[in-house]
Antibody, heavy 119, light 110 residues
Framework: EVQLVESGGGVVQPGGSLRLSCAASGFTFSAYGMHWVRQAPGKGLVWVSRIRSDGRSTTNYADSVKGRFTISRDNAKNTVYLQMNSLGAEDTGVYYC???????????WGQGILVTVSS | QSALTQPASVSGSPGQSITISCTGT?????????VSWYQQHPGKAPKLMIYDVSNRPSGVPDRFSGSKSGNTASLTISGLQAEDEADFYCSSYTSSSTWVFGGGTKVTVL
């Protein structure tokens, strides 16, 4: 069974940093791309970032986080990370760790982790 | 990276069919057959319902079907059931090698 378990969320002050982790199990982690998707309270889904499973771990970012967020992976630990810097109130929300399907969709979602940016 | 356009709400009676539209541009929906649909019940993580415009993952009832014409994709739910009441989101791959979601549609079963 595919499992994605996020950790590292919490309350952070504006301008601060946070690193989310996602521990994956139940599949060959190194063979799959991984995405982060977020959802502000009461709002819709917003794609954040993707890291591929290719040898270069190619990354892509939404314009709203480019230059502030960094996605990375450790295949030895079956873990994907999201380093978030210069956080603002607009970054508040539930962050979902997700698994890529054929580079075209997302087929598995974690339970989500709440990030709150507030003073 | 503007969000794809979905109606805010769609409703139908049990047994009826409803269709949710998802409009983008030639840089996303219209340019690729990489449209997917997700169902989200309150307080739960989303679930993949359709990928690559019209493919259903294993376990998704065949009451759910997808299609696309030009820059607009559609999700049809046939034989609407009470458990189908949820929020639905479309998503598309884009020419910038990113993904974009729609604003979401709340489906109400009357």
């Amino acid at each position: 069974e595919v499992q994605l378990v996020e950790s590292g969320g919490g309350v952070v002050q504006p301008g601060g940093s946070l690193r989310l982790s996602c521990a994956a199990s139940g599949f060959t982690f190194s063979a799959y791309g991984m995405h982060w998707v977020r959802q502000a309270p009461g709002k819709g889904l917003v794609w954040v970032s993707r890291i591929r499973s290719d040898g270069r771990s190619t990354t892509n970012y939404a314009d709203s986080v480019k230059g502030r967020f960094t996605i990375s992976r450790d295949n030895a630990k079956n873990t994907v990370y999201l380093q978030m810097n210069s956080l603002g109130a607009e970054d508040t929300g539930v962050y979902y760790c997700t698994r890529d399907l054929y580079d075209t969709a997302i087929d598995h979602w974690g339970q989500g982790i709440l990030v709150t940016v507030s003073s | 990276q503007s969000a794809l356009t979905q109606p805010a709400s769609v409703s139908g009676s049990p047994g009826q069919s409803i269709t949710i539209s998802c409009t983008g541009t030639s840089s996303d929906v219209g340019g690729y057959n990489f449209v997917s649909w997700y169902q989200q019940h309150p307080g739960k993580a989303p679930k993949l319902m359709i990928y690559d415009v019209s493919n259903r993952p294993s376990g998704v009832p065949d009451r759910f079907s997808g299609s696309k014409s030009g820059n607009t994709a559609s999700l049809t739910i046939s034989g609407l059931q009470a458990e189908d009441e949820a929020d639905f989101y479309c998503s598309s791959y884009t020419s910038s090698s990113t993904w974009v979601f729609g604003g979401g549609t709340k489906v109400t079963v009357l």
